[in-house]
């Protein structure tokens, strides 16, 4: 596996197209390079203070829906979920206030994503490797570009309430599989719960990180302002 010529799996080779056929079966393909401008135009509408937050909500709600394969969107929510960190870097780049200084380190962090492509290089069909690649690429470039905006306690509450706000929704989805199916949960192998057949170790964390925020938010919900 980790060394020598990598190869995908004729399953793993397809995962692409397959998604852009799920796409296409909901509508013409045309309509991804539609989406990403009316979210920003709609973004542009709003006030410039709240851009940040709002893209912040759309991602962290938008990424998890790539997870429930048995929802007609999850295959756009898939192929799109890079056009999100795209939105949140835009928007953190033209974000009101002060900017902090990030040190030449911490730009190693999207330069080693831009530098993983040469362990996909050797890998045949790379069609799905290179997807995930260019993601981690825009998602490091939007983390780095994110930090900058958090100078003070007041602008990282600013992120905080809007990933918590974003998790609070994203955890309706799982919810509703629940509702769905009519107290009878999904299970993906050894029990592990698996809402609308997501992988454990995909869902998992989001339950993970949305505990987190959400407590931490609720003991600080006296001290925002």
């Known amino acids: 596996m980790w060394g020598g010529r990598r190869e995908l799996s004729r399953g793993t080779m397809d995962k692409v ?10 509508m013409p393909l045309w309509v991804l390079y539609v989406i990403p401008l009316l979210a920003l135009v709609s973004l542009m509408l709003i006030p410039r203070r709240l851009r940040l937050g709002m893209s912040i909500m759309v991602m962290t709600i938008w990424t998890p829906i790539g997870f429930y394969n048995e929802l007609e969107i999850a295959g756009l929510a898939k192929v799109t979920t890079g056009l999100s960190y795209l939105l949140v870097a835009a928007m953190a780049m033209i974000h009101p206030g002060p900017r902090r200084p990030v040190s030449k380190v911490a730009w190693l962090y999207p330069a080693l ?3 993983s492509l040469v362990y996909i290089l050797t890998v045949r069909e790379s069609s799905f490797a290179l997807a995930i690649w260019f993601n981690w690429v825009l998602l490091t470039v939007a983390a780095t570009l994110l930090v900058r905006t958090v100078t ?3 602008s990282l509450n600013y992120v905080i309430k809007s990933l918590a706000v974003g998790l609070a929704i994203a955890l309706i989805m799982p919810l509703t599989s629940m509702v769905v199916a009519g107290g009878a949960f999904s299970y993906y192998q050894l029990g592990r719960f698996s809402p609308w057949n997501a992988n454990p170790n995909h869902f998992g964390p989001v339950v993970v990180m949305a505990s987190a925020i959400l407590w931490y938010s609720a003991l600080r919900s006296s001290h925002w302002t």
């Not at 197209?17 to 909901?26: A, C, N």
């Open 113 to 115: 994503a831009v530098g």
């Open 152 to 154: 003070d306690a007041r």
């Open 17 to 26: 197209q397959i998604y852009l056929d799920r796409v296409g079966e909901l």
